[in-house]
């Protein structure tokens, strides 16, 4: 895990060496591999139920985004934590952490950032004594990832079979196609994907395979294709839509790390302190749901996730599924 810490005069950020500053070379790859936009979902939503519970109301406040990704709610919490809060950015990703670089001029409080995953950077700043007055994740992928079509996070886009949000990790797509057995892979198609045809699919991932190895995109769509029947390839999307989800998740061990950010958030809350989920499929908040309300130094703020309003869903389709749950951390 990598740390950056950026600190100004008057909260601006200094630049880091090598991430390229304004005019460096390092600036055309950025606009080169991140072409997209990330739009935050549930950002008025967020920011409203912060703002009621006092967070920019007084200053020297803490404030940890864990997925900071484009950093679209980054930028509205910093903006209300003001010149005197801090904003403490995580993500896995060092695409992000470039993004980073150029956005933390523009951030009005002092920053900083943490490479990693958050489960272990949240940890790694609990035992530093860091203390947050509230602690939000955005979960899954950004839009930045899946549209960098070389990452291999899009069936739209012929790529290798990557799908690392850190690609230094060992593990990637074509690895798990290359090596687990038909009985591993349906259980991951299934769990994850909730795919009908996960066993179908996964022997014809191993029957090909035996034959040549399994290495883009489009191979794995056409394999999907011809292993489930015609009328499913026609209904419910696209057809290797809930495969590629499944794969993303078992690639980037995204419930492993859920879990464990969720048992280290009542150390990384400041008494009153809140934290704020916001999930995208019923495997993500099911454990939201049920850690919050079993763990007895949190007390839950939402009994129901809040959800997109129809005007945020007319702008931004990715709202659809997204629901924020809040907990608040009891006094000690
Ligand atoms: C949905 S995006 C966040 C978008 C951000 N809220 C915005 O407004 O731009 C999720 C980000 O979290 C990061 N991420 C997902 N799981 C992570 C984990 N376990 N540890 C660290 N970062 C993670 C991804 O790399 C991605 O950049």
Request: glycine fraction near 10%; proline fraction near 7%; aromatic fraction near 4%.
């Amino acid at each position: 895990m990598s740390t950056i810490r950026l600190r100004g005069a008057r909260g601006r950020p200094t630049q880091p060496s090598g991430l390229g500053g304004p005019g460096e070379p390092g600036n055309s790859t950025i606009l080169l591999t991140m072409p997209t936009v990330h739009i935050p979902v549930l950002a008025g939503e967020l920011v409203g139920l912060l703002e009621r519970a006092g967070i920019g109301s007084r200053p020297g406040q803490i404030a940890i985004d864990c997925t900071f990704g484009g950093g679209g709610h980054a930028r509205l919490v910093a903006e209300r934590l003001g010149p005197e809060g801090t904003l403490v950015a995580i993500d896995r990703d060092p695409e992000a952490e470039e993004r980073f670089a150029e956005l933390a001029r523009e951030l009005p409080c002092t920053v900083r950032f943490v490479r990693g995953d958050f489960a272990d950077a949240l940890g790694a700043l609990a035992a530093e004594g860091v203390r947050a007055d509230l602690a939000y994740f955005d979960l899954g992928m950004s839009s930045m990832q899946v549209d960098t079509r070389e990452r291999g996070f899009s069936y739209s886009f012929e790529a290798p079979l990557d799908m690392r949000m850190d690609p230094s990790q060992e593990l990637d797509a074509r690895e798990i196609l290359a090596t687990w057995d038909a009985r591993r892979l349906a259980g991951i198609l299934r769990e994850y994907g909730e795919e009908r045809h996960a066993g179908a699919i996964a022997r014809a991932v191993v029957a090909r395979r035996a034959g040549e190895p399994i290495e883009t995109t489009r191979e794995l769509v056409e394999i999907i294709n011809s292993a489930i029947p015609a009328p499913a390839r026609f209904a419910g999307g696209h057809p290797a839509k809930r495969v590629f989800q499944a794969l993303r998740i078992a690639v980037n061990d995204e419930l492993g790390q859920l879990d464990a950010a969720l048992r280290v958030i009542p150390e990384i809350l400041a008494p009153g302190g809140r934290a704020a989920l916001i999930s995208f499929h019923s495997l993500e908040d099911r454990r939201v749901k049920w850690a919050f309300k079993t763990d007895p130094r949190l007390a839950v703020l939402t009994k129901k996730p809040v959800t997109a309003t129809a005007r945020e869903l007319a702008v931004n389709p990715r709202a659809r599924s997204a629901k924020l749950r809040v907990a608040e951390r009891c006094p000690n």
